[in-house]
C-alpha cells in the first residue's frame, strides 16, 4: 500500500495549521476576537506565541514527518489525532462548564474531528514494507 495518501494528508493538515498560525503571528487580534479574547500589547506578544507558536511549530513537523518512513507518518497521524483530538474534547468541555460557544467553535469542531477522525483511520492501516519509503 503506497503512503502516498498519508503523505498528502500530513501535508495538507500542515498546510492548514501554517496558514492559521501565520495569521495568529501576523495579526492576533484577527481570529482571537472570533471567539471572544480581548487583549493588549502584552496579551498580544502571548496568542502570537502560544497560538501562532504552536501551530507553526506543528505545521513543521508534519511537514518534516511526510517526507519520512512510514513509522514517522504514523507518528505524525497519531500525533495530529491526539492534538485536535484533545481540542475538541476541552472545546466540547468548555460549555458543558458554563463557558460560551459560537459559531465559530462549530466550525472548528468539525474540522477538529474530522481530522482527527482521518489521521486515526490512516494510522490504523496497513502498510507494505516493500512500497515504504
Do not use: C, K
Not at 50 to 58: E, I, K, R, S
Not at 65 to 92: C, N, P
Not at 102 to 112: D, I, N, Q, Y
Amino acid at each position: 500500500m503506497s503512503h502516498l495518501p498519508t503523505r498528502i494528508f500530513l501535508r495538507a493538515v500542515a498546510l492548514i495549521l501554517l496558514v492559521f498560525g501565520v495569521v495568529y503571528v501576523a495579526d492576533p487580534s484577527r481570529l482571537a476576537g472570533e471567539v471572544g479574547i480581548l487583549f493588549d500589547a502584552v496579551g498580544a506578544t502571548d496568542v502570537r506565541a502560544t497560538y501562532g507558536g504552536v501551530q507553526v511549530g506543528f505545521a513543521l513537523f508534519l511537514f518534516w514527518a511526510a517526507r519520512r518512513q512510514a513509522a514517522t507518518q504514523r507518528t505524525a497521524l497519531v500525533a495530529i489525532a491526539m492534538v485536535l483530538g484533545s481540542i475538541a474534547l476541552l472545546r466540547v468541555l468548555g460549555p458543558l462548564l458554563g463557558d460560551g460557544w459560537s459559531s465559530f467553535h462549530t466550525g472548528a469542531l468539525v474540522f477538529e474531528i474530522l481530522l482527527s477522525s482521518i489521521a486515526l483511520w490512516l494510522a490504523r492501516r496497513p502498510t507494505d514494507p516493500e512500497t515504504a519509503p
